[in-house]
């Protein structure tokens, strides 16, 4: 792979996973829509693919620092047995992720065989702008949203199962997220933030799991365009963030289920 193409590609991940366009269903499709000279196989691309979400997960753990320390403080507090809302807040994360950690484990080769599937990839980009419009008018019912701080274990749970579907490529992780928070009464804003934390942890576990395939033999063409790709990735990830969490402090997700429809009838269209 060259450097070049990492760079695209790397540039791609970095608006996708945070505006929730699916950047796994788009990773797929790119290769076969540009014909791209890259033999797509899931052994082969798939680490390269976690080298993107890795920095992807950087730049979110970058952006919200200030967060994680005051969550994670709050925690072993918590543990402590002194309970308070930032502690409160860390367990709903770790419930939250907990669905898609589950059946990634546990469907690991058999969701690799999608990485090859771009016409599936191209109609889940579509079935993902349904989801953003369920979002929408979840969002549109309960104007005044609910905190995150509030959520209970049951809700978070639920949001964690919404999230566990963006296992297949062309559901977006964060789409899905924000349409569970919204389905559980959050605001939008706080519904985006609790995506954005969600996709921390996830994002790190398929790294750990993932990253060392790059130090095989048989990896060692992949790791410069890995690093350029991920290092991309992260850059555009971060100002994603600045921009979609002011953005979402008064807008919604119509549009952003207008643009994911015209991605996936293009897609569908390029592929066939």
């Not at 540039?11 to 797509?40: A, C, D, K």
């Amino acid at each position: 792979m060259s450097i070049a193409l990492a760079f695209w590609l790397g540039l791609s991940q970095g608006i996708s996973e945070l505006f929730p366009f699916s950047s796994l269903g788009i990773l797929v499709v790119l290769p076969h829509v540009l014909h791209i000279p890259f033999r797509q196989t899931g052994a082969r691309y798939l680490p390269f693919v976690v080298a993107l979400h890795v920095g992807t997960a950087l730049a979110l753990l970058l952006y919200f620092r200030k967060t994680w320390i005051r969550l994670v403080g709050g925690w072993l507090r918590w543990l402590g047995g002194s309970h308070n809302s930032d502690g409160w807040l860390f367990w709903v994360i770790i419930v939250a992720t907990i669905p898609a950690g589950i059946v990634g484990l546990l469907l690991k080769h058999r969701l690799e065989g999608l990485f090859v599937a771009p016409r599936i990839a191209a109609l889940f980009l579509l079935v993902n702008a349904g989801v953003l419009w369920v979002g929408e008018r979840w969002r549109r019912r309960n104007r005044h949203g609910g905190r995150l701080r509030d959520m209970t274990l049951g809700q978070a749970l639920k949001v964690g199962l919404f999230q566990m579907f963006a296992l297949i490529p062309g559901l977006s992780r964060d789409g899905l997220s924000m349409a569970g928070g919204l389905g559980q009464k959050l605001s939008m804003e706080d519904a985006a933030r609790l995506a954005f934390l969600m996709a921390t942890p996830i994002i790190g576990a398929a790294a750990l799991l993932e990253l060392p395939h790059l130090m095989h033999h048989s990896m060692v063409g992949m790791r410069t365009p890995a690093l350029v790709g991920g290092l991309t990735a992260g850059i555009v990830a971060w100002l994603s963030t600045h921009f979609l969490l002011r953005y979402f402090r008064r807008g919604g997700l119509a549009g952003l289920a207008a643009i994911s429809f015209v991605i996936g009838v293009l897609a569908l269209v390029l592929v066939r």
